[in-house]
């Protein structure tokens, strides 16, 4: 693993949570909301000196559609004013992995999805956002991977994609 000054995670629903306190997800300037809650964000990775020491990985789930096109567009972007690589991470599951993991104790406190009948309605109706074979994208099938397994894939290919980060690795498992 990459070292905590190194490395830092925005899981999606520290993005998402402050937006479901103020409105609701069909409820008009919901999606508005969220937009102005990543820029700012956005901004401050741009501009302010010290982020700059370190990686941001964020968590999200997007669709296929345009709204998912345009916000995969403001990571990009963020990634690209910085001066950076952009890397994107696509995990997958079976729908039987999917509904076990849907049921861990800790998913509804974090504000994750626990229903698995709207579990079903995403995964027989909505199409993941596709990366278009972007040559930084690694998709991953995590349905038989062990959490750290997962991690050691996708340190591997971030460390071939941007070796700089390699000084700050502190895993003691060989990846």
Known sequence: MLS????????????INP???????????YQDLRQRIRSAIFWSLVHEPATYS????????????????KVMKEYAK??????????????TCDLD???TRCEAPDRAHS???????????FRNHTEL????????TLELDVSTLSAADAAKQILRHVLNLAPE???????????
């Open 165 to 175: 980060l390699s000084v700050h690795v502190i895993s003691p498992v060989p990846l």
């Open 129 to 136: 956002y596709s990366f278009h074979h972007d040559y930084a």
């Open 4 to 15: 905590p000054p190194a490395m830092k995670l925005v899981h999606n629903h520290l993005l």
């Open 78 to 91: 963020c990634a690209k004013d910085r001066d950076t690589v952009y890397i994107p991470i696509v995990l």
């Open 19 to 29: 937006a479901d306190v103020v409105l609701g997800r069909e409820q008009d300037g």
């Open 111 to 121: 504000g994750k999805l626990v229903d698995k009948q709207l579990l079903r309605k």
């Open 97 to 99: 992995t999917n509904l």
């Open 54 to 69: 370190s990686s941001y990985v964020f968590t999200d789930f997007q669709t296929n559609n345009h709204l998912g096109e």
